[in-house]
Structures are given as structure tokens and as C-alpha cells.
């Protein structure tokens, strides 16, 4: 399976994007019913938790951007989206897509945001 983020973009302060995340190959009941999650790696800092969907249909957010951002998931395009409102230039990083299937995670390939002010 591999899984195709794409959605960045340049944008001002307040503006939005929408992230997507395609997921392609042998997609299991099991797989797509797994923990997604967004993820995201500013400039010079570690990866860290944006968004996440659990197993059961939960979500939980980062504080820096509850309110802001929502993280859904459309099951008959395989897709996980992260719907970015009221960016602000902290938002600035590369983000990530991630599944995790058992012990086995999936990344995407990272997609740049860049918000400026």
C-alpha cells in the first residue's frame, strides 16, 4: 500500500487549505479501518501530532490547531483529508499522512504548507 498526500501549498495568514491522502494498492477492511493520523515537521523542529482518527471514529487534535483544522476520512475514495482553516504562519511545515496497521506504519511522501503573514 502507498499513500499519496498532496493539497500544499503557499498561503496567507488566515487562508485554508485542504490536505489530501490517497491510499493505493491491496486496501484491506482491516487497513482502512486502522488509526490515521496527520503529522507535520517544521522547519529545523521534530516531527510531531497534528490529527489523528482513531480505530473507533475518534479524533484528537494538537491544541495549536483545535478549532482550526478537521481530519476526516471519505471511504469510497480512500482518501484521509486535514481541512486547515485560520492558518497562521506556525502552521509552516511539511505534513505527512500516516496509517497504522498492527505494528506497521504507512507513510505518505510529505506535502509542504507554507503560511505567510
Known amino acids: 500500500v502507498q499513500l499519496q498526500a498532496s493539497g500544499g501549498g503557499s498561503v496567507q495568514a488566515r487562508g485554508s487549505l485542504k490536505l489530501s491522502c490517497a491510499a493505493r494498492?491491496?486496501?484491506?477492511?482491516v487497513f482502512w479501518g486502522s488509526r490515521m493520523a496527520w503529522y507535520r515537521q517544521p522547519p529545523g523542529k521534530q516531527r510531531e501530532l497534528v490529527a489523528e482518527l482513531t480505530s473507533d471514529g475518534n479524533t484528537n487534535y494538537q491544541d495549536a490547531v483545535k478549532g482550526r483544522f478537521t481530519i476526516s476520512k471519505n471511504n469510497s475514495r480512500k482518501s484521509v483529508y486535514l481541512q486547515m482553516n485560520s492558518l497562521e504562519p506556525e502552521d509552516t511545515a511539511v505534513y505527512y499522512c500516516?496509517?497504522?496497521?498492527?505494528?506497521?506504519?504507512?507513510w505518505g511522501q510529505g506535502t509542504q504548507v507554507t503560511v505567510s503573514s
Open positions: 500516516n496509517i497504522i496497521e498492527g505494528s506497521r506504519h504507512y
Open positions: 494498492g491491496m486496501i484491506t477492511s
